[in-house]
Antibody
């Protein structure tokens, strides 16, 4: 079955760039939407953005100016870059697969999550 | 303050029925956008429980059921079991925020 696994640094300095990669195994990355979601005790679950396998993207308006998403279908992984991070970006970051219901999208498969702490 | 409002906590004895509410507004549930539900056991990733208001993915027990009416949705758990102790989140889309939104989560405790 399809599995997702996040990887990347667990500690990022303030004002620097957070970079995470999600590896997709057990199935194809093509023809699907892939997404990033983060979770904090204060704000709960927050959608960050998605990327389609052809490279089309969309992101949360509140994060759009700092988010960059990319996909490498040959390596079966997709990536998140979040620039100019602050302590407020400290969170567990999940990658997930996104499917379409009748009227919007939902997240049917999730990675285990990666804790990223922003601190000097 | 989450866009979708859920009670912070609920509890029930084994075998009982509990219902978790998810209240939205005219720009999300009231606009006809589907609601989806996730279960998160502490320390693990969320797991899809219900999608498209009422549909259970393969492998989800039929003790879990979803419904929606107007600006509100509900997740019912019948025959509550110890393994159902977890956090439950609703999720939809908001056309005003142009964003996929979540409820704040409901912690279900099995007494």
């Amino acid at each position: 079955q399809v599995q997702l696994q996040e990887s990347g640094p667990g500690l990022v300095r303030p004002s620097e760039t957070l970079s995470l990669t999600c590896s997709v195994s057990g199935g194809s990355i093509s023809s699907y939407y892939w997404t990033w979601i983060r979770q904090t005790p204060d704000k709960g679950l927050e959608w960050i953005g998605y990327i389609y396998s052809n490279g089309n993207t969309d992101s949360n308006p509140s994060l759009k100016s700092r988010v960059a998403l990319s996909v490498d279908t040959s390596k079966s992984h997709f990536s998140l870059r979040l620039t100019s991070v602050t302590a407020a970006d400290t969170a567990i970051y999940y990658c997930a697969r996104m499917l379409l219901s009748r009227t919007n999208r939902y997240f049917d498969l999730w990675g285990r999550g990666a804790l990223v702490t922003v601190s000097s | 303050q989450s866009v979708l409002t859920q009670p912070p906590s609920l509890s029930g004895a084994p075998g009982q029925r509990v219902t978790i509410s998810c209240t939205g507004s005219r720009s999300n549930l009231g606009a006809g956008y589907d609601v989806h539900w996730y279960q998160q056991v502490p320390g693990t990733a969320p797991k899809l429980l219900i999608y498209g208001d009422t549909i259970r993915p393969s492998g989800v027990p039929d003790r879990f059921s979803g419904s929606k009416s107007g600006t509100s949705a509900s997740l019912a758990i019948t025959g509550l079991q110890a393994e159902d102790e977890a956090d439950y989140y609703c999720q939809s889309y908001d056309s005003s925020l142009i964003n996929y939104v979540f409820g704040g989560g409901t912690r279900v405790t099995v007494l």
